[in-house]
């Protein structure tokens, strides 16, 4: 398939710890956003790349929250000494760039913090 | 007060019935307006985009936007049972890079 895979689906953390969360957008999308849901919510913006450019990170809700795309290609959403109000499900979505192009989005990764 | 308001119901119709779902906003800002459907553990889809005020219609949805009144509107006609999921508005403000501000979501079941 063509779309925005995310990796991996589910992940269980210890408080404390540290995760990596994996995003693969739509070949030739340059922008790459990544959301935060909670259970119950509509998503939160965290941040937004164009290419290897991290444009907007204004949504990071702290610096234990970090992203990276590297090569404008795959990105990683990193989360540092994990909390349980991490508990959440965190989408990203891709779109070609310039006006107002969809956001694909991939199926999230949750992510429970005990 | 959020931004973005959506009533996240459940709301529950029998099929064929038509269905009104609606968000209000407090950002005079918002220039884009969208709706996309969420099944359960998946992303959200775009069902529709409108720009600015007016009516957009597609097959049998119809979206709405009320720029004076700071109100948007979904309509489903002939709602099926595939047709349940949970819908959410989301805005984006003139120049903002395309970042989405979402509504809660409001959860809709057909029933056959």
């Known amino acids: 398939g063509a779309g925005v895979s995310q990796s991996p689906r589910y992940k269980v953390a210890k408080r404390g710890q540290d995760v990596a969360l994996r995003c693969d957008p739509i070949?030739?999308?340059?922008?790459l956003f990544w959301y935060q849901q909670a259970l119950g919510q509509g998503p939160e913006f965290l941040t937004y790349f164009q290419n290897e450019a991290q444009l907007d990170k204004s949504g990071l809700p702290s610096d234990r929250f970090f992203a990276e795309r590297p090569e404008g290609s795959v990105s990683t959403l990193k989360i540092q000494r994990t909390q349980q109000e991490d508990s959440a499900v965190y989408l990203c979505a891709s779109s070609l760039p310039g006006g107002l192009n969809e956001q694909f989005f991939g199926p999230g990764t949750r992510l429970t913090v005990l | 007060q959020k931004e973005v308001e959506q009533d996240p119901g459940p709301l529950s119709v029998p099929e064929g019935a038509i269905v009104s779902l609606n968000c209000t906003y407090s950002n005079s800002a918002f220039q884009y307006f969208m709706w996309y459907r969420q099944y359960s553990r998946k992303g959200p889809e775009l069902l529709m985009y409108?720009?600015s005020s007016g009516n957009k219609e597609d097959g049998r949805f119809t979206a709405q936007v009320d720029k004076s009144s700071k109100y948007i509107s979904l309509f489903i006609r002939d709602s099926q049972p595939s047709d349940s999921a949970t819908y959410l508005c989301?805005?984006?403000?003139?120049?903002?890079?395309?970042?989405?501000?979402w509504g809660l979501g409001t959860s809709l079941a057909v029933n056959p």
């Open positions: 070949s030739g999308h340059v922008s």
């Open positions: 989301a805005m984006i403000r003139a120049g903002n890079n395309r970042k989405l501000i």
């Open positions: 409108t720009y």
